[in-house]
């Protein structure tokens, strides 16, 4: 049997990150004010509920019951009427379902002065609640329009907190009482914008292929003209992707951030495809507060043995040999800029008393996860990669002394190409970005993870096939420098994504003032900074098995390495 308790928060309704407690108000309570106890991704998520002054217990009608009674002083009529100029709202939870209701309107009608304008707070919510046997199916709220306060003058006022409750018989199952709250993401045309997206993306895919397939063609192409100028001609003018081998597998510079970057990148990718397998099977159904949240600190945490390993692996493949320093690179990597952003964002969040501002409790719980869980999982991964002994298999030797680069044109070099990388995989998830931001910072629902697990295997492939065709016009252009170009290029669809932030904060959200501004921007860099990684180490990747392969393929028949001065190449 139900406990008749109703929690509720107050929300801005620009941004439904910006939360605040319910009697930060001065709303009135018929006894104790009792807080709820939130587990972690609760207070991550900004839920600071508390009970509110409602009683609903089961099958039991009210009419017109009076909650609690108030003397408002002028402050408190200024307090609530600020509120409802910027038209902020409670959300309240009843048995794990969600009502929303506006704290009060403002009269503009007739008036063209601001200074006119009437202010009203509700006073009365009238409660719906439909039940099948003894389960809670479903709850609605509306608030009496006609009974209002009139906080327009600066003045005391009574105020009393009235409600009425009506309980329904239903037949939905219990099972289904959560697809209401998505069938906003599965309304025909939504779904047909879905689709939409998901043809673009299969477009751009098919692009690609098309490109790769050139690609491949240009390559049997170069195998048989290398052939045919090894036999006729030893003294030809040496051009192309061939005559870089012996430095194609130069180590690059900085090659400890390197490895860094791909293992940081490689446990993101490893995270991404962990939380859409519990997407899929249904773990984060519609406000199941926190779900999310908490899965990504948790197996973040356990993931940061994948970043050790393949980190401290491919670093001391590269022949590096201060694998600590490397370790210490890899775990502040991404946590180092995260970290930094959400001590700024909270110390704003505490300024303005929101919800937002995580307890020290909380943070003292996410420390713990890290220094118990990550940073162990880290040191082990990385030494398991160290003592790997893997070797780089690399098809060619490498020269002693590095081939002159020649002068390229400003289209070949890194900014441009990462500008051409970029644009191909955004354009194949850009309509989908938005149905994720209006959840993220809006008020809409996302639901169809499946449309979103497919438009996240599209971009994957996307950006390998981009970077890899990329990396192939590099390297005929005799760059043997790829190394960081291919990172690169293949992480530049993360500075896409924040540009979209831009439009996106100007164009398509009411945001505005700088705790809203900062949190936007704060934490979708990070975000932003994340997909370059993840996405960088999908381009690195693509891009070196395809240098192994093609280097693999011509080494027949091949001089691979010569002596220079005297001097011969040493072994890769």
Known sequence: MLDGILECKLLDRNICNETYRYFDLPFCSPGPKKDKKEALGELLNGDRLVTAP????FLNDKDSEIACKKRLTKEQVAQFREVVSKDYYFQMYYDDLPIWGFLGKVDKEGK???SEYEYYLFKHLHFTIFYNKDRVIEITSQSDLNANVDLTEEKEVDVEFMYSVKWKETEIPFEKRMEKYSQSSSLPHHLEIHWFSIKSGVIVLLLNGFFATILMRVLKNDFVKYAHDEESAEDQEETGWKYIHGDVFRYPKYKSLLAAAVGSGTQLCT?????????????FYPYNRGALLTALVVIYALTAGIAGYTAASFFCQLEG???VRNL??????????LFLTFCFLNTVANAYSATAALPFGTIAVIFLIWALVATPLLVMGA??????????QAPVQTAIYPREIPQLPWYRKTLPQMAMAGFLPFSAIYIELYYIFASVWGHRIYTLYSFLFIVFIILLIVTAV?????????????????WWRSFLCGGSTGLFIYGYCLYYYYARSDMSGFMQTSFFFGYMACVCYGFFL???????????????????????????????????????
């Not at 030494?383 to 780089?392: P, R, T």
């Open 321 to 323: 040999t201060n694998w």
């Open 383 to 392: 030494i398991a990669g160290k003592n790997s002994k893997a070797e780089f």
């Open 54 to 57: 409602y009683k609903l217990d």
């Open 534 to 572: 993840m996405l960088g180490s999908i381009g690195f990747r693509a891009s070196l098995l395809f240098v192994r392969h093609i280097y693999g393929e011509a080494v027949v028949g091949w001089e691979i390495c010569s002596w220079i001065d005297g001097v011969p190449c040493r072994n890769f």
């Open 112 to 114: 063209n002065d601001p």
């Open 466 to 482: 981009i970077t890899v065709a990329l990396t192939y016009l590099q390297l005929a252009a005799e760059d043997h420098e790829w």
């Open 271 to 283: 995270l991404a495809i962990f939380i859409f397998m519990l997407a899929l099977v249904g773990v």
């Open 328 to 337: 210490l690179l890899t775990g502040a990597l991404f946590c180092g800029p």
